[in-house]
Nanobody, 125 residues
Framework: QLQLDESGGGLVQPGGSLRLSCTASGFTMDYYAIGWFRQAPGKAREAVSCVSSDGSTHYTDSVKGRFTISRDNAKNTVYLQMNSLKPEDTAVYSC???????????????????WGQGTQVTVSS
């Protein structure tokens, strides 16, 4: 079965950190762009960060300097390191993969082949 699985979500206090993982099963990530997206209650899904197969990255303005996306193809996993978390970062975070998709297309959810189920991130004191 071809799928993406997210892990690493949870409850954290403002200013804290979490690392999300997106692991592929049934296929190798090497030629896939991977994106992290989030959706808060009552809001549209938005792109957080994306990485292409060649390592190019993109971040939405609200997370620049706080979040870092990275990929480890040997582990078939993409990570999202989230630091200095804020209450407004609270959302369900999902990852998605696109075959040979550019980082720009990935972040506008164009040419997506797979979606994960999502993991909840709650930032609250």
């Amino acid at each position: 079965q071809l799928q993406l699985d997210e892990s690493g979500g949870g409850l954290v206090q403002p200013g804290g950190s979490l690392r999300l993982s997106c692991t592929a099963s049934g296929f190798t990530m090497d030629y896939y762009a991977i994106g992290w997206f989030r959706q808060a209650p009552g809001k549209a899904r938005e792109a957080v960060s994306c990485v292409s197969s060649d390592g190019s990255t993109h971040y939405t303005d609200s997370v620049k300097g706080r979040f870092t996306i990275s990929r480890d193809n040997a582990k078939n996993t993409v990570y999202l390191q989230m630091n200095s978390l804020k209450p407004e970062d609270t959302a369900v975070y999902s990852c998605a993969g696109g075959w040979l998709t550019t980082v720009q297309d990935m972040c506008i959810m164009s040419r997506v082949n797979y979606w994960g189920q999502g993991t909840q991130v709650t930032v609250s004191s």
